[in-house]
């Protein structure tokens, strides 16, 4: 086949992906594509194919696809496609409830991010390595990552990120038993309470009357938590 045709057959592959073709049909093309050496549509097919599942919550299916897509990048030497998918891998492994896996997914993330001075996503893993350092109870290695935000975190460019950081801070102090410190935290957060999201500033309201309620002041427990669901 031409150089011309495979050409013709990878702006059609990356067309339907752009169009979000139907998951069934981008299936079938990727068996299609397997006759073919046309690793960059096949990366950005299967990766497609990944997003798709990991959106309907089959995070298995999605990162058997994105494994697929990485041998691939792998094989051929399309590092920043490596770097997304790396990130995609290591959110699946935290759905999963798998953390010592996400752990390792997200490293790459800033390894290569890192190498590549690629930091498109960096922000983003950087928030989930710390959740995933927190779930396996390194509280400390969690810390560590978010005492050291302001490094690559902008408060007012990455807002959301940066209050779920601060939020998962006090969370850290809480489970160290350095309830204060916690309080500290959120104090300093709601000093800018009219911009806080409600989501999130219901979440700060209810993690402090828990706090309070594990200091014994029950009154301001209630309180708390009646502005948590106010």
Do not use: W
């Not at 309620?213 to 009154?219: A, E, I």
Request: hydrophobic share 40%; with cysteine.
């Amino acid at each position: 086949m031409s150089a011309l045709n495979y050409c013709e057959i990878e702006r059609t592959v990356l067309k339907g992906i752009e169009d979000k073709l139907p998951v069934e049909v981008a299936i079938d093309i990727s068996k299609l594509l397997e006759n073919y050496e046309l690793p960059y549509a096949k990366i950005k097919l299967y990766k497609y194919l990944g997003d798709k599942f990991v959106i309907s919550n089959s995070f298995q299916e999605g990162f058997i696809y994105y494994t697929i897509a990485l041998d691939i990048a792998e094989e051929s030497g399309f590092k920043e496609e490596k770097l997304f998918l790396y990130n995609n891998m290591g959110v699946c492994k935290l759905k999963e409830v798998q953390y010592e896996e996400a752990i390792y997914y997200f490293n790459n993330v800033l390894i290569l991010s890192n190498a590549l001075k690629n930091y498109s996503i960096y922000k983003s893993s950087i928030y989930n390595l710390a959740l995933a350092y927190h779930c396996v109870y390194k509280f400390d290695e969690a810390l560590k990552i978010i005492n050291n935000m302001d490094n690559y975190l902008d408060k007012d460019e990455n807002k959301i990120i940066y209050l779920k950081m601060k939020i998962l801070e006090a969370e850290c102090y809480e489970e160290k038993g350095l309830l204060l410190n916690a309080v500290k935290v959120y104090d300093e957060l709601l000093l800018e309470e009219d911009n806080i999201p409600p989501v999130l500033l219901g979440n700060i309201y209810n993690n402090m009357a828990n706090n309070m309620l594990l200091q014994k002041n029950y009154d301001k427990s209630r309180e708390l938590f009646e502005k948590a669901y106010d």
